[in-house]
């Protein structure tokens, strides 16, 4: 097999202060329609960078600003491509709407108590999570005229609530904590009684501190999580698609990887390809992919691949892009953005 590498493609500076977040549009990509992601930073800001498709580079397209008072932690697409969500420590969610190639707030959601960590659309772009520093989870119905409704709170967690990921295909939100839990919620009906179906923590296997991301495979019957204990791990459920009338299928943990990064793992994300990236606080990326080979009782998920030094600081976010070949983002305390093409 030829040794893979990942190449920084380019190094995208703009941001005046660290950068916590970003999100790849997943309507760009595809059918000549060039690349675009929104990054958010303690500097008030996101930015809208675009591919260009003549020499692949990126570029600042705009600049969302004077809307925020304070970091904006987290931003999120919907899955049409045409809002943006962007959670702030400034306790409100913004609504944009990319009208003509400018960014109007068409949009405040209010409601949570202080920062609010992360946001996030469902796969029909019919509900978005939030969850905050509040202890507490929100979920938001999308109305017609962009008009959003809480349709509930979900308490459940002890401590401040760092992501919120919606399933990629069922109705099931996650969220995970400083408490060292994820907990998984489920519409037990069509009452909007949303509840806690599952805590996975400690005594299942679950991480020994903070939980600060998690993703999920294409399929949605794996999830990824990664945590403040230094340790990744894999998760799988049954039956993904067969919920619906069949009740909740619980998940269950699959491994544990650990020794890969020496300080806190902020950011997990699983590519389309199967290949599942960490960025972490020794500001290293890794990659790991099925371990095919694998003998019995052996290592399910092996390293396919480390980068020492992908910035000079935390690394606290990474991301795969939509499209064919996807491309590697990654978000750091350094004030950069970095794009990484994996390849041989």
């Not at 600003?65 to 049409?80: D, F, G, K, N």
């Not at 960590?117 to 772009?125: E, L, Q, R």
């Not at 399929?219 to 069949?246: A, F, P, R, Y």
């Not at 990326?285 to 020492?308: A, C, H, M, T, W």
């Amino acid at each position: 097999m030829e040794r893979l590498e990942l190449k920084e493609v380019q190094k995208l500076e703009g941001h005046t202060d660290r950068v916590w977040s970003l999100d790849w549009n997943p309507a760009t990509g595809h059918a000549g329609v060039p690349l675009v992601f929104a990054s958010c930073s303690g500097d008030k800001t996101v930015r809208i960078w675009e591919q260009n498709l003549s020499n692949s580079l990126f570029s600042c397209k705009a600049v969302l600003e004077e809307t925020h008072t304070r970091t904006v932690r987290s931003c999120a697409w919907s899955p049409s491509g045409k809002l943006l969500a962007t959670a702030s420590f400034d306790a409100t969610t913004a609504i944009w709407e990319n009208v003509g190639g400018d960014f109007e707030c068409v949009s405040t959601l209010e409601g949570h108590e202080n920062e609010v960590k992360s946001v996030s659309w469902n796969a029909s772009g019919t509900l978005l999570a939030t969850c905050s520093r509040d202890k507490s989870v929100w979920i938001w119905e999308v109305q017609p005229g962009n008009e959003f409704e809480c349709v509930s709170v979900l308490q459940g967690h002890t401590q401040d609530v760092k992501m919120v990921r919606w399933h990629p295909t069922e109705d099931i939100l996650f969220s995970c904590s400083y408490d060292n839990n994820i907990k998984v919620w489920a519409d037990e009906g069509d009452s909007d009684d949303w509840q806690c179906v599952q805590t996975l923590g400690e005594p299942n296997n679950g991480h020994t501190s903070t939980v600060w991301a998690l993703s999920f495979n294409a399929s949605g019957d794996k999830m990824v999580t990664c945590s403040d204990d230094l340790s990744l791990k894999v998760w799988e459920t049954d039956n993904i698609g067969m919920q619906s009338g069949g009740g909740f299928a619980p998940w269950r943990h699959r491994c544990t990887l650990t020794g890969y990064h020496e300080r806190t793992i902020f950011s997990v994300h699983w590519s389309r390809g199967g290949i599942f990236a960490s960025g972490a606080a020794d500001n290293a990326i890794r990659l790991f992919v099925d371990n095919n080979e694998s003998q019995v009782d052996g290592p399910l998920y092996k390293l396919l691949l480390k980068k020492e030094k992908a910035h000079d600081m935390d690394i606290n976010y990474v991301q795969w892009s939509p499209g064919e070949k996807p491309l590697l983002a990654s978000a750091s305390d350094d004030g950069t953005i970095k794009v990484w093409d994996l390849g041989s």
